[in-house]
């Protein structure tokens, strides 16, 4: 399909459904830090090419951070730089400027879950500054919210979790393979967050995480 501007672990990435955007990440020369570089391809160009060049995360370069598509903006929440991150910030697909400090999680948060759907991304769980695994969930809204907000805490996670893979369907969202319930699917009414996940589903493998996943809503 492709190539990335750089060798890259540890990224972000999300879509609008025609382009896909690569936020920061890991490479060799940034330590235990992380990159501000950003790269964006079209999905359904089927050539070899290499994705370009699009602007560089203007608030911190960090790696391990929750990922949410919005319809104009790609974001990113949380993450992990020398220490956890609170920042939430976004890119404009449109644009190659800086991204923009959006707001703000509830508390410093690393390798937590993102999803969304057509008005409201959510976070799931991560590696907090305690250190522990969070059960929190929390929201803000995807392309509509000014600036300078903190993250709603709306409700819990059946289980503390992280390194999970996230998706949804733009009703539910679902947080599987985490770290430490690896055969749980643990879901969320995306617009309706109160109580606890359910857990009524279950991979049919156990012992996974730090799995990918991808959503649809046909």
Known sequence: FGTLSEDVNGTQVTT????????GGRTSSSGTGGTDTCDIYTIADTS?????DHGNLGQQPYRIGASISGSTRGITAGGRTSASLDVIQYKLFASTDDST???NLTEAMETSVGAEDS????????????PARSNVVQYFSVDGE????????????AAGDNQGAG???NTYASFAAGTSDHDGVQRITIQSLSGTASTDHALTNTGRYLAGGFSGNA
């Open 48 to 52: 070899s090419e290499t994705a370009t």
């Open 167 to 169: 998706v949804s369907d």
């Open 119 to 130: 008005s409201r991304g959510v976070v799931m769980g991560g590696y907090d500054t305690s």
């Open 16 to 23: 609008n459904g025609t382009k896909g955007l690569r936020m």
């Open 146 to 157: 000014s600036g300078g907000f903190t993250a709603t805490d709306a409700m819990n996670l």
């Open 101 to 103: 400090d959006y707001g």
